[in-house]
């Protein structure tokens, strides 16, 4: 089912961001299957299309999450948020997700201006209320509670232990008067309410705007109904202001202001933006450039993001957007589920840091885990439709029986067998000699390339690498049809046909793996001596022209000994 036909516009550019993480601990592989892997994949694919692409990304430092990882670490925000953005910078990078840019809320110089601009446009335009209201508060520290300073009940779908502002399990939005059982963070006790003042923006003000997006927007379906059914109950007033000591100070004369930041929602998405005049600066020259992707009909923008962002994406941000007014409105909002998690022989959890139910991407890099293996393993559960399980057992296999089995192993012997008993370089065949089977193969192969396209077209990653996959247990199945070994001594000409088909096929992999496998394709193009054009996304199912010398194979999924394995 497609639910989504999105065709690249040509002469587009597009800019993709994924979401800012907070820089208040390590990534896991949840983050990674959410948004970051996707928005990778993506942006490959759409240069691999000859797209005009940049990729944004970069710590999200304020907020309460790290003041709270400042208090649990005996240093301040400033500190932790430097620590961990290097840590989840280095995490990425290790698995091949290279941004464009990988700024720094709290750092970029741009970041501040721009936001307290951004505010104080709205403002002038009379887009807030300012209003008195009953803010928790902890007595005994003397300090309002905003946000995840307080955990309760979500009043909505009654799971315990959840954060001030917003529930895990059913992603509403949480307030006083919905959060059950409201404790303070900071003391451990039960909270009090005291009146504050703060900055609210209306956003049932726009309530058509957004829903006018959406009708327009690039999105998956299950996005589109949960969107449809928040606007059916009509939005509310935000505040868009706290009571913290860290943050984005409010622009504002008024004394009221005094000690109150953005909420961190306000700054954080424009943090896409900021992100994006570092990286003008740097390439164009200019931060401003940075309008030819935020301001242009030339552009698309695409945020990629996991399940509990999409109230801030979808509504929030959209209803930012327009009021500012400066900007374009994103294309497209392309959000993926949580991963749970299973440690083998027991019951499917949510990925927790404290219970150890998660992998963490430094450690399995550090432990020699291959890049490539965790992508792929990733890529090819990604929870796109549904919440989906991830099971560390599941690796070790998918790397053995499907990318070594399959795929590597199928370069291992074709590549083999011809130097070996065939020639040193890609052999002629006669096309006088195509039997049905071959023709039915290379019109399989042309299949594969066109439906893959339509999935990497419409978002739906999880569906092509699975047919890409497929497609490597097709040649299996080819060889072991042709049995080269043995036709080669009957009939070397007719021989030299299986292989050349064979040919097209590896190389058909080499380009259309390469937004999921960077690393391994990366060899795949090397070993069939693939030029950068050949390697386009169009060009992936041309034929490989004979003659071209073959080098000796390299093992591109050596295997994982499972625990237990005899050695
Ligand atoms: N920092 C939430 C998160 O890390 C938030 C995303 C901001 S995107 C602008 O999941
Ligand atoms: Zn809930």
Known sequence: MTTLTHKISSGKNVLITAALPYANGDLHVGHI????????????????????V???????????AMVLAALKESSTPAAVSAKY??????ALEGIGINFDIYGATSRNKFHTPLSQKFFKKLFDQGCFTKKSSEQYYDSAKASFLPDRFVRGTCGYCGTKEQNGDQCENCGKELDPTVLKDARSVLSGEPVTLKQTVHWFLDLSKFQAQVAHWLDQAIIRQHTRSYVKGLLAQGLVERSMTRDLD????????????????LYVWFDAPIGYISNSMELAERL????????????SDKTDVYHFIGEDNTIFHTIIWIAMLAAEGDYCLPRGVIVNHFLNFQKPGSEVEKMSKSRGTAVWISEYLAGGGAPDVLRYALAIIAPEESRSVFNPADLVARNNSELGATIGNLFQRIIQFTRSKVSPEIPASDPARFTDLDKQFMATLQRCHEEVT?????????????????FGRVCNRYVDEQAPWKMIKVDPEQTKVSL?????????LAVALAPFLPDTTEKMAQMLGLSKDERLWAQASTPLPAGRELIEPMILFPRIEAEGDQK
């Not at 860290?246 to 930041?261: F, M, R, Y």
């Not at 339509?454 to 497929?470: C, G, P, Q, S, Y």
């Not at 050349?500 to 058909?508: D, G, I, S, T």
Request: aromatic share 10%; with cysteine; hydrophobic share 40%.
């Open 85 to 90: 953005h290097a840590r989840q910078k280095a």
């Open 54 to 64: 940049r990729t944004v990304c970069g710590s999200d430092d304020h907020g309460v």
């Open 284 to 295: 164009d020259g200019n931060p401003d450039a940075a309008n030819e992707w935020w301001n």
């Open 500 to 508: 050349a088909m064979l040919f097209n096929a590896l190389k058909f």
């Open 454 to 470: 339509a999935d990497m077209n419409d978002f739906h990653f999880r569906d092509a690498i699975t047919k890409l996959l497929e």
């Open 246 to 261: 860290w943050g984005i100070p409010v622009p504002l004369e008024d004394p009221d202001a005094q000690g109150k930041v």
């Open 33 to 52: 299957a959410g948004a970051y892997l996707p928005s990778d994949i993506y942006a490959r694919y759409l240069r691999l299309q000859g797209v005009n």
